[in-house]
Structure formats: structure tokens, C-alpha cells
């Protein structure tokens, strides 16, 4: 059994590793535009908005997740999950649609930003070790509601499940990293339980827009390519990018 589970996991390795060189170029650039794209308005709104300000502070519910700065080591994997994410795909209509959802997808958490911002005040104390400190000095306590970090979280986690599911033990790490990163968003006080709710609520949104564009592409490639003349649905010649 731990022979199979080993192939296993060495073959969607291999698969993974195929997959990068599909599209890389527009994988990589898109990537860092993305990054740009979410970064600067989340930033512009912790000094810029009109409204009110909330001063929220933690539930019985956020206590449950004691306060650890080394909970800051798990909340960076988002990082290279999204990226590993986005590397997974294959099919070149799809990745242009996950650029789309992916840029969409924080437009309400914006629209919240700038009217009723809400702050979440940290632990007090330190020195923090690092990345904690690194985090607490970028990240002003603001922009708390809703998440987009488990929001992006989330939204890559989906999407790697459903390419991942013919490993299970992959499927598993991956799904107990993401709690993981969740969990940790709640550890360092970054955000409530709520706010991580919400940010869920973003994703699973923007998950359904994307499977449902997809998949209302493909059906019209498929008639396309039978009023053309290029065969049936699923045939070889529509799989081509």
C-alpha cells in the first residue's frame, strides 16, 4: 500500500511538473500582475477611505486560536499556493478565465474597504520574530472585513483539489495545508473567524462563476467544432489550445 500511495504521489508530481511548461510565460507575468493588481488598492484603502471606521475586537470564538507569532509561517503559504495553483492549468482558455475571477473576486471586499473600515487591534509586546514582524510591519491592522486572505486561500485550494483528486494523499496535504492557512489567519490576529467566513463565502462565489464559464465555453467550442465539421464533443481536435 505505501508502494502504491508513493507511485501515486510521484506520478502527479511528474504531471505538475509536465504542466508548468504549458503557457509558462503568461503564468509567470499574469501571476505578478495579479499580485500588483490586489496588493496596491488593498493598500491605497488603509489610507484612503470615506465612511466610518469600526474598531472590532476578538470573539470567544477567535480565542479558540491562541495568539502565536509563529502562526505567521503558515499564513504566507498562500503564496505558493496560489502560484502552484495557476501552474496547474493546462488549458489556455481556462487560465484567461482564472486571471478574470481571480482579478474580480476582491471588487466587494473593496467596495467594504472604502465605506466602513474596520480595524482589529494586535497583541501588544514583542520584539516579534520573523516573518510576524515582517507582516505586522506591512500590514497595518486594517481592511479586517472581509478576508481575501483566505478568500485566495480557498480559491486555489479548490482548484487543486479538483486536480489533485486521483491522489489522495495529495489531495489530503493539500486540503490540511489549507486549514492550516486558515487557522493561522486567526492565530496571528489578522482576522476574525467572521472575516474568514466571509473571505470563504468570496471564494466559493468566485470558484462557481469560474467552473460555470468554463464550462459554458467548452460546450461552445464542442458545438462550434461540430458545425465545422471537427468532430464530436471531447474529440482530440478540440482539446488543442
Given at each position: ?29 499574469g ?16 489610507h ?13 470564538f ?29 488549458d ?12 474580480l ?38 481592511n ?35 486549514l ?62
Open positions: 500500500m505505501i508502494g502504491r500511495t508513493s507511485q501515486s504521489i510521484a506520478q502527479v508530481a511528474a504531471w505538475l511538473w509536465s504542466c508548468v511548461g504549458l503557457h509558462w510565460p503568461e503564468k509567470i507575468v501571476s505578478c500582475i495579479l499580485l500588483f493588481w490586489v496588493m496596491v488598492p488593498y493598500f491605497w484603502f488603509q484612503h477611505h470615506q465612511g466610518v471606521r469600526c474598531v472590532v475586537e476578538p470573539g470567544w477567535d480565542r479558540l486560536v491562541p495568539f502565536h507569532p509563529m502562526w505567521g509561517i503558515p499564513y504566507l503559504f498562500l503564496y505558493p499556493m496560489a502560484l502552484l495553483a495557476t501552474l496547474c492549468l493546462t489556455h482558455l481556462a487560465l484567461r478565465r482564472w486571471w478574470v475571477v481571480n482579478g473576486m476582491p471588487l466587494p471586499a473593496w467596495t467594504c474597504f472604502y465605506f466602513v473600515q474596520t480595524e482589529y487591534p494586535r497583541p501588544t509586546g514583542g520584539p516579534w520574530p520573523w516573518p510576524y514582524s515582517a507582516i505586522v510591519e506591512v500590514d497595518a491592522p486594517l479586517v472585513t472581509p478576508c481575501l486572505h483566505s478568500a485566495y486561500a480557498l480559491l486555489a485550494a479548490f482548484l487543486l483539489a479538483q486536480t489533485l483528486r486521483v491522489c489522495r494523499p495529495a489531495w489530503a496535504g493539500m486540503w490540511a495545508v489549507t492550516l492557512v486558515l487557522v493561522s489567519i486567526v492565530g496571528t490576529r489578522q482576522h476574525r473567524v467572521v472575516d474568514v467566513l466571509l473571505g470563504s463565502l468570496l471564494a466559493a462565489v468566485a470558484w462557481a462563476w469560474f467552473r460555470w464559464t468554463c464550462g459554458h465555453a467548452r460546450q461552445s467550442a464542442q458545438t462550434t467544432g461540430q458545425n465545422q465539421g471537427r468532430g464530436p464533443p471531447n474529440s482530440p481536435a478540440l482539446k488543442k489550445n
